[in-house]
């Protein structure tokens, strides 16, 4: 599959929502938050990480 900046991604394996801010030949990077609210950052293999199933829902405004 074919990622894009702005992507909400997970592993393959589990984990948090993270999302894609970078794109090289090899890997995405993502950013999420931890456990602790810290941002953390990583790069992962485009084969290790997917769209999540569950729709997200957003609502904007009051």
Do not use: H, Y
């Not at 801010?21 to 456990?35: A, G, M, N, P």
């Amino acid at each position: 599959m074919a990622f894009k900046v702005g992507d909400v991604v997970v592993l393959k394996s589990g984990g948090p929502r993270m999302t894609v801010v970078e794109i090289d030949e090899l890997d995405c990077f993502c950013q999420w938050f931890d456990d602790k609210n810290n941002l953390a950052s990583g790069g992962f293999s485009a084969s290790s990480i997917e769209i999540p199933n569950e729709a997200i829902t957003f609502r904007v405004g009051r």
